[in-house]
C-alpha cells in the first residue's frame, strides 16, 4: 500500500503564489511519474504537470510559464511551484504517481486526498 500526502493548498488572491507537496511513503520500488491533477467544482479532474523519472515534464496550457514541478527522488516528494495565481486556478489539486511495486515490474497509481486551492480575485 502506498499512502500520498499533500500539503500547501490556501487561499491566495490573485497573483499570488503557493507551492503544493506531496510525499510519497509504502511499498514503493520506484516512482516513474510524479504528477499534479486539479478538479474544479462541476468540472472533471484534469493534468495540470507530471514529471518523469528521467526529468522530462509535462503542464496544462494554461499554467505553462507560471507552474513548476520538481522532484526530489531521494526522499519521493514532488512540489508544484505555483506563481501568478488566477481566479481559474482555484481547485482541489491531488498528486498521482504511476509507481512500481518491485524490480520485475508492473505500474500502479495511487492518489493524495487532495488539497484545496482558493484563488480570489
Known amino acids: 500500500q502506498v499512502q500520498l500526502v499533500e500539503s500547501g493548498g490556501g487561499l491566495v488572491q490573485a497573483g499570488g503564489s503557493l507551492r503544493l507537496s506531496c510525499v510519497a511513503s509504502g511499498s514503493i520500488f520506484s516512482i516513474n511519474v510524479m504528477g499534479w491533477y486539479r478538479q474544479a467544482p462541476g468540472k472533471v479532474r484534469e493534468p495540470v504537470a507530471t514529471?518523469?523519472?528521467?526529468?522530462?515534464?509535462n503542464y496544462l496550457y494554461s499554467v505553462k510559464g507560471r507552474f513548476t514541478i520538481s522532484r526530489d527522488n531521494a526522499n519521493n516528494t514532488w512540489y508544484l511551484q505555483m506563481n501568478m495565481l488566477k481566479p481559474e486556478d482555484t481547485a482541489v489539486y491531488y498528486c498521482n504517481a504511476m509507481y512500481s511495486k518491485s524490480r520485475a515490474g508492473g505500474t500502479f497509481s495511487s492518489w493524495g486526498q487532495g488539497t484545496q486551492v482558493t484563488v480570489s480575485s
Open positions: 514529471v518523469a523519472s528521467g526529468g522530462g515534464t
